[in-house]
């Protein structure tokens, strides 16, 4: 008896090569979903907590953490926010506020240490305000440049406040209803708010992020992309498709 031997084809091997590659393309593609749906949950949770900590300031102090300008208070109540901060630092100011509130506070302390960043004195900025997005819906957001020099916001000391990051390292931003004061001009959400745009002043972060339902605070991920994007319908295909992939603490109404 002659035993005949025969190795692989080049056709063989090239066939077997391939099956091996498109095995590992579909490995991997499965492996990546599952990360961004591991990281999606993660970002959620912490926007929950995020929204968990206002619902408890608001019902121990039995009403709404609420925003103004300075000379033009709400009638007949005070503000603990100015309008005039950065989207970037919006968090930061809400942050301090629920710090006052001890339920709130220790929700807070909740927040993986991870998705937390404290300012300092080191001179370093953090690479989301150095880097200038130009297709940042907030037009003092990345740069923030006279806010981080002066290393106060809002006459308070920068050192040592909070950022919350989501989980592809973008600080997470707040998303505020306007004034129900009927002294300010422009059109009305149907909870009587104020929408806020650019042009009624108020860096038209409703018109940017989502509205604000029922008074309701917003809490806003930029997603896997780190871009904002834009809602707003007037808005260019390419902001709205940044949008595509934000996550935020509730169902969004779209301006």
């Known amino acids: 008896?002659?035993?005949?031997?025969?190795?692989?084809?080049?056709?063989?091997?090239?066939?077997?090569?391939?099956?091996?590659?498109?095995?590992?393309?579909?490995?991997?593609?499965?492996?990546?979903?599952?990360?961004?749906?591991?990281?999606?949950?993660?970002?959620?949770?912490?926007?929950?907590?995020?929204?968990?900590?206002?619902?408890?300031?608001?019902?121990?102090?039995?009403?709404?953490?609420?925003?103004?300008?300075?000379?033009?208070?709400?009638?007949?109540?005070?503000?603990?926010?100015?309008?005039?901060?950065?989207?970037?630092?919006?968090?930061?100011?809400?942050?301090?506020?629920?710090?006052?509130?001890?339920?709130?506070?220790?929700?807070?302390?909740?927040?993986?240490?991870?998705?937390?960043?404290?300012?300092?004195?080191?001179?370093?900025?953090?690479?989301?305000?150095?880097?200038?997005?130009?297709?940042?819906?907030?037009?003092?957001?990345?740069g923030a440049t006279g806010i981080w020099n002066s290393n106060d916001l809002n006459g308070q000391p920068l050192t040592g406040s909070l950022a919350v990051t989501d989980a592809w390292g973008v600080p997470i931003r707040a998303v505020h209803a306007g004034p129900t004061d009927q002294g300010f001009a422009g059109a009305r959400d149907a909870d009587g708010s104020l929408r806020l745009s650019i042009a009624n002043g108020w860096y038209g972060v409703e018109n940017f992020y989502g509205v604000a339902t029922s008074r309701q605070m917003l809490f806003v991920s930029a997603g896997p992309d780190g871009r904002f994007g834009s809602l707003d319908p007037a808005a260019s295909a390419a902001l709205q498709d940044d949008a595509a992939d934000n996550v935020y603490s509730y169902a969004v109404t779209r301006p």
């Open 1 to 142: 008896m002659k035993a005949a031997r025969r190795g692989f084809t080049l056709i063989e091997m090239l066939v077997a090569i391939g099956i091996i590659i498109l095995l590992v393309a579909l490995l991997v593609t499965a492996s990546t979903a599952l990360v961004r749906r591991g990281e999606a949950r993660r970002t959620e949770s912490i926007l929950q907590i995020l929204d968990g900590a206002v619902k408890e300031w608001e019902k121990a102090s039995e009403r709404k953490i609420t925003f103004g300008i300075d000379g033009q208070p709400f009638v007949g109540a005070t503000y603990e926010m100015k309008n005039t901060t950065p989207h970037a630092f919006t968090v930061t100011e809400v942050a301090r506020v629920l710090s006052r509130n001890e339920a709130s506070k220790t929700m807070l302390s909740s927040i993986p240490a991870e998705h937390l960043y404290y300012y300092d004195t080191s001179g370093a900025k953090p690479a989301w305000i150095a880097v200038i997005d130009p297709t940042d819906p907030d037009p003092a957001a990345a």
